[in-house]
């Protein structure tokens, strides 16, 4: 049982009346860190110093902060509208544009698109959504879902048993999982067979697959893996979901890692970058072969959230892949890629580098060292200017603005071999 606090006024007050997230309040109290502006891939603390941002927040300010491009689309959209319900026939102007648009990029065949109000959303979305095409397509016993250990796929409740990260689902009572929901081997296409016909594809639904692993590490796939993982879903009737929420909108060089890697997933989920941040927004590209299957039902879809379509979120999106669009952020990444490998390459050679791996502008440094001397290393690193954090395994995360330039790349990985030096 923990032990009752007798200063829990003095801690409410030094908190500022707010529980953070995935934090430690003893921690949050010690170590606040507030904030307060942004401009490209550089943020300022309240103190005035500055860092250079090597995580884009959490992966998502693709094209960087300060925008006001974004912010004024955002106000105008406020001051005319700013948002109705889209449940049944309602629906606002720039819900339609943004969802045209985003169903245009899209590597599929006639998508639509399925708003919710971030990632979280789009997967506990994704799983009711799978489930719901089997029963409509007379098979409701295929209920099992199928993801990799390592990968994360958001904190909903479905989201949580079905990420492969353990410690974020403990700790909730029976184990915090759920028993439809199996891990699999990262990168191991055998495996997931295998576990295809231990369960029995009769009761397999999907399989679900972040493209490149983010918050287990930043694990690339492996030559031919997904390429695998679709030939097996074809053979034994399952539903491919691909979550982008990471990858989606430019992070790998290509709209979706699903181009990239040439895959043709039946849902995509995606959040973060398509408004990098600015509002909160996510959503589901469901491929014809799903959406279709609801159409021919009489039976509505009962789901969805009060701020589906939110018509200010969506103004925020559109003016987002304006500017990626304008200033060619996907051209830019693609020869950013062999830039991060460069240079964090030559960390690889160093004594508390376990390994380094990369995809697009995403990257880890896995070290050999313990969580405690891992959080020196991290809090070392912001001293000198660099904001990252710690991804499951031990890594060090990496995933900047697409506007960061070679400079402040190379300032990152030097700021990473400084702060393991002074550690060791």
């Not at 990858?247 to 699903?258: D, L």
């Amino acid at each position: 049982m923990v032990a009752a606090r007798t200063d829990t006024a003095e801690l409410a007050n030094a908190l500022r009346g707010y529980w953070p997230p995935f934090a430690s309040l003893a921690d949050r109290v010690r170590n606040r860190v507030p904030i307060v502006r942004g401009e490209g891939a550089v943020v300022w603390d309240a103190a005035g110093r500055s860092y250079i941002d090597a995580t884009a927040s959490l992966w998502y300010a693709n094209v960087g902060h300060g925008r006001t491009e974004i912010a004024d689309a955002a106000r105008d959209q406020l001051a005319k509208l700013a948002a109705y319900s889209n449940f049944g026939q309602f629906t606002t102007e720039p819900t339609e544009q943004l969802t045209t648009r985003i169903a245009g990029l899209a590597p599929m065949e006639n998508p639509l698109v399925f708003l919710t109000s971030g990632g979280s959303d789009a997967v506990d979305s994704a799983v009711k959504i799978v489930r719901r095409y089997w029963t409509l397509r007379g098979r409701p016993e295929k209920v099992e879902m199928i993801s990799r250990r390592r990968s994360y796929h958001g904190m909903h409740g479905f989201g949580t048993a079905l990420a492969g990260i353990e410690a974020n689902a403990s700790g909730y009572g029976a184990e915090g999982t759920s028993p439809v929901f199996v891990h699999v081997a990262s990168n191991d296409a055998e495996d997931l067979r295998a576990n295809i016909e231990g369960l029995g594809p009769d009761r397999v639904g999907a399989v679900f697959v972040e493209p490149v692993i983010g918050a287990g590490g930043v694990i690339p796939p492996a030559p031919g893996y997904l390429a695998a993982v679709r030939e097996l879903c074809d053979a034994y009737d399952l539903l491919f979901v691909a979550d982008e929420v990471v990858t989606g909108f430019g992070r790998v060089g290509s709209w979706f890692a699903s181009e990239r890697y040439e895959i043709a997933p039946d849902l995509i989920l995606f959040a973060k970058g398509v408004t990098s941040g600015y509002l909160p927004l996510g959503g589901i590209v469901a491929g014809q072969r799903v959406w279709e299957t609801f159409h021919n039902s009489e039976t509505p879809f009962r789901h969805g959230y009060t701020y589906s379509g939110h018509a200010a979120a969506c103004a925020a999106g559109l003016a987002n892949l304006d500017i990626i669009e304008r200033e060619q952020l996907l051209d830019r990444v693609r020869p950013l890629e062999p830039i991060l490998a460069g240079l964090l390459g030559e960390l690889a050679d160093h004594p508390l580098v376990r390994e380094v791996r990369h995809a697009g502008l995403l990257g880890a440094v896995e070290l050999t060292l313990d969580a405690a001397a891992i959080n020196q290393v991290v809090a070392t690193l912001r001293e000198n200017g660099v904001l990252t954090r710690i991804l499951e395994g031990g890594a060090l995360h990496i995933s900047p603005p697409f506007v960061i330039t070679e400079e402040q790349l190379r300032a990152i990985t030097d700021g990473i071999r400084t702060s393991l030096d002074s550690v060791a």
